[in-house]
């Protein structure tokens, strides 16, 4: 879409063909011919056609000076981008990927360079740093005795990313390591190998896990910057991070913690999208995902619309849209957004586990295990929601047993997660068990009602899979009720 403040722009499709195309070629010459055979590949047209699109698109973009399509005669178009001023958010870090070593064969260093430059890139796709570019970091090798605070003065750099790595006829293996420039020390080192393949492929696999390790190793650095100090004196950044810090916790008063910092950072950047974003997440949880009010999701899609607006290409934000698409039954919206999360950043194993959730609520439970048991190969430490969505992907393939090893594995004991364990053992047959965590339930929630959280609470699309949830909900709850009955005419006897 064209958007204007927002607002959607008409345009036909030609003309957007030729935006599109042109966006993607932005400061570069295309010439008439290679425009027309773009945008008309199976259709013979002449100049004019070319030139008709042209004169929409420019009408369309209110570039009546002619300064965003520029002709440049004899020749083409190029679509030069009007300066805007760059969002900073004080206090962002910045990393620099040194040339990692090489330990194998003095022919195997252009492949060790290239999977240095593969770390270069990925990084720069989860906007999390400011990543130097790959000249000013390869200008250090790792191996080098360097004064690595003398190194990270003269890059300008927070954090340095040392590497080493040996190529085998079997895979690959690589060691890496992330430095404070402040103080020179190491904040954190592994290693990682694969073996089997195509070396490229392994290359890949190994790229995945570092860059997650090394996104959450950043991200857990400054949350201990900023954590000692007082909150008024924080960068927008900084206070992005002590909600995300929040918002992954389980106390009482997370959620609304979590929402006041990020509130805070927008206070101190409006055009924070980011912010806006974590903003709509915070008050999607609270409002209970799927169960929340037409009212709230509405305003929930309105905010983390307005930051994809600000940031198109911060594949966060599309992420957050996508959850309170899903959250309002609206599937192919989420779908599209969560697929465009994965196009900007392929590399962000939470997005491809949020895609396995998508996947299951939309009753493709077998893909959606694939999607998850990826995301957990490339990030074998990751957030506890993983288990959750493992867990009913299973439960909804019929692995009943998979799903409470798998629910087993989450650390809080709220009515939710008991009802779906009861659920679990109850279609097992265990109905013993199932009424004694029903009883659970009803003890720490009286007002809980498992089964109307099982037909409304979770968004799948298809009635199939609701009924299928419903039916292990209710066999748990006819068990517990026959237990009341039970222990009602026993005590009656005495």
């Known amino acids: 879409m064209l958007l204007r403040e927002g607002k959607p722009v008409a345009l036909r499709s030609k003309a957007f063909d030729l935006l599109t195309y042109l966006s993607r070629n932005v400061g570069r010459v295309a010439t008439k011919s290679e425009l027309m055979s773009a945008v008309w590949p199976d259709v013979f047209v002449t100049e004019d056609s070319l030139t008709q699109a042209v004169r929409e698109l420019r009408k369309a973009l209110q570039d009546e000076s002619q300064t965003i399509v520029r002709t440049v005669a004899k020749r083409g178009y190029v679509l030069s981008l009007p300066e805007v001023p760059k969002q900073e958010h004080v206090?962002?870090?910045?990393?620099?990927?040194?040339?990692?070593?090489?330990?194998?064969?003095p022919e195997d260093t252009p492949l060790i360079d290239g999977f240095a430059e593969?770390?270069?890139?990925?990084?720069?796709?989860?906007?999390?740093?400011?990543?130097?570019a790959r000249n000013s970091g390869f200008?250090?090798?790792?191996?080098?005795?360097?004064?690595?605070?003398?190194?990270?003065?003269?890059?300008?750099?927070?954090?340095?990313v040392r590497g080493r790595a040996t190529t085998r006829a079997d895979g690959m293996r690589v060691t890496v390591s992330l430095i404070a420039t402040s103080t020179g020390g190491v904040l954190w080192s592994d290693t990682f190998s694969a073996s089997g393949g195509q070396i490229f492929d392994v290359q890949e696999e190994i790229a995945r896990r570092v860059v997650n390790r090394l996104v959450a190793r950043i991200d857990d650095a400054g949350i201990k910057q900023a954590t000692p100090k007082p909150p008024g004196s924080?960068?927008?950044?900084?206070?992005?991070?002590?909600?995300?810090?929040?918002?992954?916790?389980?106390?009482?008063?997370?959620n609304e913690a979590a929402r006041g910092l990020f509130q805070a950072a927008v206070e101190k950047d409006p055009t924070y999208a980011l912010a806006h974003s974590y903003i709509a997440l915070a008050d999607l949880i609270i409002g209970g995902y799927a169960e929340a009010s037409p009212a709230l999701l509405g305003s929930v899609i309105d905010r983390a619309e307005c930051a994809v607006t600000l940031a198109p290409e911060e594949p966060r934000c599309h992420r957050v849209l996508a959850q309170a698409f899903l959250s309002a039954r609206r599937?192919?919206?989420?779908?599209?957004?969560?697929?465009?999360?994965?196009?900007?950043?392929?590399?962000?194993?939470?997005?491809?586990?949020?895609?396995?959730?998508?996947?299951?609520?939309?009753?493709?439970?077998?893909?959606?295990l694939a999607a998850l048991d990826?995301?957990?190969?490339?990030?074998?430490?990751?957030?506890?929601?993983?288990?959750?969505?493992?867990?009913?992907?299973?439960?909804?393939?019929?692995?009943?047993?998979?799903?409470?090893?798998?629910?087993s594995k989450l650390p809080s004991k709220t009515p939710w997660r008991l009802t779906r364990l009861a659920g679990c053992h109850a279609q097992l047959g265990d109905l013993k068990e199932a009424q004694r965590l029903m009883a659970e339930v009803k003890r720490i929630a009286p007002g809980y009602s498992p089964l109307e959280f099982a037909q409304t609470g979770i968004a799948f699309e298809h009635a199939g899979d609701v009924e299928h949830l419903v039916a292990g909900v209710a066999k748990a709850l006819a068990a517990y009720e026959?237990?009341?009955?039970?222990?009602?005419v026993l005590k009656n006897r005495e």
């Open 482 to 488: 026959a237990g009341i009955a039970v222990e009602a």
């Open 331 to 368: 599937f192919e919206a989420a779908e599209h957004h969560l697929q465009r999360a994965l196009d900007l950043n392929p590399y962000d194993a939470d997005t491809i586990a949020q895609m396995g959730y998508l996947l299951t609520m939309r009753g493709r439970p077998l893909e959606a």
């Open 91 to 105: 206090g962002q870090p910045s990393v620099a990927v040194l040339r990692f070593s090489n330990e194998g064969a």
């Open 139 to 160: 200008a250090f090798v790792s191996d080098s005795a360097s004064d690595w605070r003398a190194v990270g003065e003269s890059l300008g750099a927070t954090y340095l």
């Open 234 to 254: 924080l960068a927008a950044y900084e206070l992005l991070l002590r909600g995300l810090a929040r918002l992954r916790g389980y106390g009482d008063d997370d």
């Open 374 to 407: 990826s995301a957990i190969r490339i990030n074998p430490i990751h957030p506890d929601w993983y288990h959750l969505d493992r867990a009913i992907a299973l439960y909804s393939a019929g692995d009943y047993k998979a799903a409470l090893v798998s629910m």
């Open 118 to 132: 593969d770390i270069v890139n990925a990084l720069a796709r989860f906007g999390t740093v400011v990543v130097l």
